[in-house]
């Protein structure tokens, strides 16, 4: 009798054998190699957004941006030195937040905690401005003494979340 021969590795072929063909997938881009695009628009947005008016000129004696906001504006509406510690600053780290998180899927995360801060700097911007207004110039409606980059950090913020969420569907959805 003879031996037989001994049996091959998954999926190769040896003469007079026939096997199907591997079934591993080859992914065409693997979810922790995409970035989430949404994501790095968010980020791009609240970027904008520092450098764009966060005041008007009616509740403020001109527009100011981020740059020349104090940070204590989000949460005290009393008088402030505005040459202290710039809004800018926390939202610059939010953006890298935002960045490093649309870009790197093991770290999605900080995308999640980066639009979750951009939606809420803004939101307790304008609570303060709401405060400011009632107190300073009743006449004036809030949304009309905010600027649009209050609005831009508002979007960016949003628009991360989305994408955050839609991307953690698109990983966690099973294969059909």
């Not at 591993?24 to 190699?33: C, K």
């Not at 403020?60 to 104090?70: M, N, Q, Y």
């Not at 899927?105 to 939606?119: M, P, Q």
């Not at 209050?150 to 960016?156: H, I």
């Amino acid at each position: 009798m003879s031996e037989l021969p001994p049996p091959s590795a998954p999926g190769a072929h040896s003469q007079g054998q026939w096997s199907a063909p591997s079934t591993s997938p080859t992914p065409s881009a693997s979810p922790a190699s995409t970035s989430v695009p949404l994501g790095v628009l968010g980020a791009f947005l609240t970027l904008v957004s520092i450098a764009s008016p966060w005041t008007s000129s009616e509740l403020w004696d001109k527009e100011r941006s981020a740059i020349d906001l104090t940070s204590q504006i989000i949460f005290d509406d009393t008088p402030a030195d505005l040459s202290s510690f710039p809004l800018a600053i926390p939202l610059a780290a939010v953006v890298v937040m935002m960045f490093v998180g649309a870009v790197k899927a093991n770290l999605r995360a900080l995308l999640v905690i980066g639009a979750l801060a951009a939606l809420a700097i803004p939101l307790l911007y304008l609570s303060t401005t709401s405060s400011l207004v009632d107190r300073y110039n009743p006449s004036l409606s809030t949304l009309s003494s905010v600027g649009f980059g209050t609005w831009l950090c508002l979007a960016g913020g949003g628009l991360a979340l989305i994408g955050a969420i839609t991307a953690r569907r698109r990983v966690g959805a099973p294969a059909a």
